[in-house]
């Protein structure tokens, strides 16, 4: 029988990104200390909207996560607003169900957004984690941005994990004692599966592949890229970018190619069976993070790695023109080229000629204990 105060929380997400950042959360709320002898102090269900699929099943496997409920939304080709619509839905039926105290959702996806208005819509509390960020620039990126601000006004706690994200909201409105600094759980995340890759137990048949391709005496550049509004033009800059650089004797470049097709017909028409280029399939969270150990520096449009890449001593190029993660920039962790050729391959050429170490090298975004703090501050608020 469950405890008056033993509180529901519904943990929502549907992207590879999220279900990263949400497992170390999870986890930690499931551990959270006993009350009277139950086995937590929370009551905690997982849904999956499944935006993402194959990608965000490797992740659950990898961190020993099975959903309570799985909506399996993802369509080929499906438009944001038939998604919206489908996920506002679905999601309905499970917040009439099990009724939580609270929902958390994670960041600037279409399935945070959603889900937070079908609770909101419900009178169900939310708690928006990695809350506050800002571009101030609605096209980019698109449509997170703008997901990531209709959410922070939905939001009852708003988890920030920087003092910059902090300041965005206070700026916004948003109350100061609805507002918590915790880190960025991703950080969480990292250390947790560096820890587990490391050990001599483990083994991985995608980093035995990797192994097996990757040359150990060269430079490596690990690059990404995903984002709308690269999309055309964007792509095709970068990879004659690439095709440059990779002229270089001393570099080896390692692109796992996103599946969607505005990515990978690009990339595998301009970059296939070139010297010194090795286009890989998408790899699990835990080849990545292997992959990023190895690399020299990353090309990247991506969020979660701009703040996982200080932790591990790597300098990142941020192909987008305006980043919402502000803080690596300043201080020196990531450099923002756009997509212009030329630009890209001088920050990529005086990175691989100079780049001997960050002058502070501690992470801006976090330390690893961003789950803890927030589960401290829901056992205090809603337990206690």
Known sequence: MKLKNNKKILIVFGTRPEAIKMAPLYHELCQSEP???????????????????????????????IPDYDLDLMQANQSLNSLSARILAKIDEVLSIEKPDLVLVHGDTTTSFMVALAAFHLGIKVGHVEAGLRTYNKQAPFPEEINRQITSRIADIHFTPTPQATQNLLKEGITQNSIVETGNTVIDALFWTSNKIAKTSFTHPEIEILKSIIPTDKKIILVTGHRRENFGRGFQNLCEALLTISDREDVSVVYPVHLNPNVKDVVYELLSNKKNIHLVAPVSYPAFVWLMQQSYLIVTDSGGIQEEAPSLGKPVVVTR????????????FSTLVGTDTATIIKTIDAILDNFTGFENPNNPYGDGDASKRIVDYLYNSFIK
């Open 35 to 65: 009350v009277e002898g139950q086995q937590s102090n929370f009551e905690v269900k997982v849904c999956v909207t499944a935006q993402h699929r194959e990608m965000l099943d490797q992740v659950l496997d990898f961190f020993e996560i």
């Open 321 to 332: 023109t305006v980043s919402e993660r502000s803080e690596g920039v300043s201080a020196g």
